[in-house]
């Protein structure tokens, strides 16, 4: 049995998710999204940059400035 990627484990918890709502109109789906996925992300990756802000972010393809930014906003910065 094969293990399931990224795409289709986002594809089956937003079908739980719609599913839940019980026939309620989502609001702000994409930013709600990005929110859940970006924090643990982060988290991960600067674990594996060995907390190397200048690493990470050349890994995630964003500036150095950009990362800072986003660590701040999720309470991960040192």
Known sequence: ???PNLQDCVRDSMR???DDLGGSE???LHDM???AVEKPLLELVMERAQHN???AAQWLGL???TLRKKLLEHGLAD
Request: net charge positive; proline share 6%.
């Open 26 to 28: 989502p609001a702000n």
């Open 63 to 65: 500036n150095r400035n």
């Open 53 to 55: 802000q200048s690493r």
């Open 1 to 3: 049995m094969s293990t």
């Open 16 to 18: 739980v998710y719609f």
């Open 33 to 35: 999204l990005v929110k």
